[in-house]
């Protein structure tokens, strides 16, 4: 019962000074708000990096130039340029069991032009088996098929807004656009993708690999090659095949030797949750220094309160309480102020987790509200625990406090 008595007491105590108590209480409010929008927001963060990737197609191997260990990235990714790949070794990837699909690419970046109007665009050379791969619609026209994938065809696809800023509503299809001077004819618009942090898929314009690589790049290799294969479990099974396929083409007898590497979606699905983990719960480390400062706030105020109530103690001594007594009025004070102050933390940060996962799902953003059931019992756990903490000094200083001396408090 004694227990319950000095929670009704607190409780009191908390609603006769309702301003000091907010202001103890604010340390702990910012803190747990902290913890749970960082957590909430990574997990968005996360959700949105894994749906896009889930989307492109979680049954993709890539092939990419250029040496790596199984945990590092290919030396391309870092910037260096790496020239191992060609459309041949694209073609004969073709030949992999369970393989549906193989799309080869190149990119670059050039002015577009139609009449007076120009924007900078992103240009891909690629196949037709790029619909396939990557799961893309045409919206008007067609795209280009595989007869103008092996010749120098000069036909283009535009992605949705590169359609929009050139043509501004009107209609693209059998018109001639320039990209770096040379013509090309009109021949399709994709289907809105919309923007991921992989790529904008609408400020795109897709052309058959072969002229990009002769009439705007100048080159002979490709970039990297996807494989779209039937189904994930065969996933591993696809990899070492085109490992085997590309050192036989590239005369390689050691793997330590190869030029290029090979992953596959769920690898990188693993990595990016990986990284992306650890920095979420960096966040959370650093956002849990507010709640050390909340601490230390409750610790200050609560001192103060002390010599405020000492003649109180000095009275509950006279008539009977015990040093023991008085600990526990002051720790469990301390405790439902800091536990109070992590529940309106964690609905203030809960409020503010769910109207950012709002405004990223009304912008079109694949986005989740993550706020799990760990994080919450984690908050009202580590704001209690803050409270004992910073409440022990404060409640054994009062504890000790001499009843005589206390009642002859001014």
Do not use: C
């Amino acid at each position: 019962m004694g227990i319950i008595q000095d929670a009704k007491n607190s409780l009191r105590s908390i609603r006769a000074r309702k301003l000091r108590s907010f202001l103890t209480m604010l340390g702990i409010i910012i803190g747990i708000s902290a913890v749970i929008i960082i957590m909430a927001v990574g997990a968005g963060a996360q959700s949105l990096i894994i749906n896009q990737i889930k989307n492109s197609g979680s049954n993709l191997v890539a092939v990419l130039p250029g040496a790596s260990d199984e945990n590092g990235p290919p030396a391309s990714v870092l910037g260096i340029k790496v020239t191992t790949l060609t459309l041949d070794d694209a073609d004969a990837l073709r030949d992999v069991d369970h393989t549906l699909a193989v799309a080869p690419y190149v990119k670059g970046v050039a002015t577009a032009q139609w009449r007076s109007q120009d924007v900078s665009a992103n240009f891909t050379g690629t196949t037709a088996d790029l619909l396939e791969v990557e799961k893309n619609e045409v919206a008007l026209g067609r795209f280009f098929d595989a007869g103008e994938d092996r010749e120098i065809s000069r036909v283009a696809v535009l992605g949705s807004q590169i359609a929009e800023d050139l043509f501004d509503g009107s209609d693209p299809i059998g018109q001639e656009i320039k990209i770096k001077r040379e013509s090309f004819r009109v021949i399709g618009v994709m289907k809105e993708k919309g923007s991921s942090f992989l790529a904008d898929q609408d400020d795109q314009i897709f052309v058959p690999i072969k002229a990009a690589q002769k009439l705007l790049l100048g080159i002979n290799h490709v970039n990297f090659i996807r494989a779209k294969i039937d189904d994930v479990k065969n996933l591993k099974q696809a990899q070492e095949e085109i490992k085997l396929i590309l050192r036989d083409r590239h005369d390689i007898t050691d793997p330590a030797q190869d030029d290029f590497s090979v992953r596959n979606t769920q690898q990188a699905m693993d990595v990016l949750t990986q990284v992306t983990d650890a920095l979420k719960f960096f966040l959370v480390a650093i956002a849990a220094i507010a709640l050390l400062v909340g601490g230390i706030g409750i610790m200050n105020i609560m001192l103060v309160a002390v010599n405020e109530r000492i003649r109180e103690i000095g009275l509950r001594k006279a008539v009977g309480a015990k040093n023991g007594d008085i600990l526990r009025q002051f720790m469990v004070e301390t405790v439902i102020v800091s536990i109070v102050g992590g529940v309106v933390g964690i609905i203030f940060g809960s409020s503010v987790a769910a109207l950012v996962a709002l405004i990223a799902q009304q912008l079109g953003y694949q986005w989740d509200l993550v706020i799990s059931l760990e994080s919450i019992i984690l908050a009202v756990s580590f704001s209690a625990l803050v409270g004992l903490i910073f409440g022990l000094y404060p409640a054994a200083k009062a504890s000790k406090l001499d009843p005589i001396t206390a009642l002859r408090y001014e």
